[in-house]
Each structure stands twice: as structure tokens, then as C-alpha cells.
């Protein structure tokens, strides 16, 4: 019984030949290339390489405070708003009545507010400045 394939050996040796000559042609197509081209077109790699990472990494990090920041106003306009819609029921109700506390009205139910007035007054931010 035989412990070494001479066959094998051979098989390697030539798969060795072919790596060697592809690298020497790829190295030889580089060494075409003036040397100043291939500095600035490695400047240009890393330059991408590094800006691609660091949008990654700040992306990753301020996503959280990016989302905390956007509930945070949302909950906000919506507080706003639900005071606002509030008062105006509120204001509704009292005109509704004749202004005096404790009489009834003929009507069951008060008439709502001007919406687009409860709207406007719960602006804040950006969403006002964009009127």
C-alpha cells in the first residue's frame, strides 16, 4: 500500500504554476499603470472605504437618539393637539349654552370647533415655519 500519489503531487505543483503566472499578469498589468495613477486611485479606495464605514458606524450609533428624538416630538404635537381639540369642545360647549354655567340647552349636543383652527394653533417647529 502506497502512502504518497506522485499523480498528486504533480496536480498541485501545476495548480501552484497557474496561481503564480496569474499574479505575475495581474502584476504586470499593474506595472503599466504610471505610478502617480495608482497612488491617487488608492487615495480614492481608502477615501470611500473609510467614508462608507463611518456612515455605518454614525448611522448605527444615532439611530436610537434619532428615534427618541422624533417620539418625543410626536407625543408632543399630539398632547398639543388634544388640548387644543379639548378647549375648543370646551369653548363650543360654553357657546352653545349662552355662556352661563349650569342652564341647559335645546340642542342634545354642542356643535365641534372650526378644525382647521384647532389644526393651525397646534403647530410646532418646523411645521410651523413651513406655512
Known amino acids: 500500500m502506497r502512502f504518497f500519489d506522485?499523480?498528486?503531487g504533480m496536480q498541485k505543483s501545476e495548480q501552484i504554476k497557474e496561481?503564480?503566472?496569474?499574479?505575475?499578469?495581474?502584476?504586470?498589468a499593474i506595472s503599466k499603470i504610471p505610478y502617480t495613477a495608482r497612488m491617487v486611485?488608492?487615495?480614492?479606495l481608502v477615501a470611500a472605504t473609510t467614508g462608507i464605514v463611518t456612515l455605518g458606524v454614525v448611522s448605527f450609533v444615532w439611530e436610537n437618539h434619532f428615534n427618541t428624538y422624533t417620539n418625543e416630538n410626536m407625543g408632543a404635537l399630539v398632547e398639543r393637539l388634544a388640548e387644543n381639540?379639548?378647549?375648543?369642545?370646551?369653548?363650543?360647549?360654553a357657546a352653545s349654552s349662552g355662556g352661563a354655567e349650569g342652564q341647559q340647552s335645546d340642542?342634545?349636543?354642542p356643535e365641534p370647533p372650526d378644525?382647521?383652527?384647532?389644526?393651525a394653533s397646534a403647530s410646532v417647529g418646523p411645521i410651523e415655519s413651513m406655512r
Open 6 to 8: 506522485y499523480n498528486y
Open 19 to 28: 496561481r503564480v503566472s496569474f499574479i505575475n499578469a495581474i502584476r504586470g
Open 41 to 44: 486611485s488608492t487615495f480614492v
Open 85 to 93: 381639540i379639548a378647549d375648543g369642545y370646551a369653548d363650543g360647549m
Open 107 to 109: 340642542s342634545i349636543a
Open 115 to 119: 378644525p382647521s383652527v384647532i389644526l
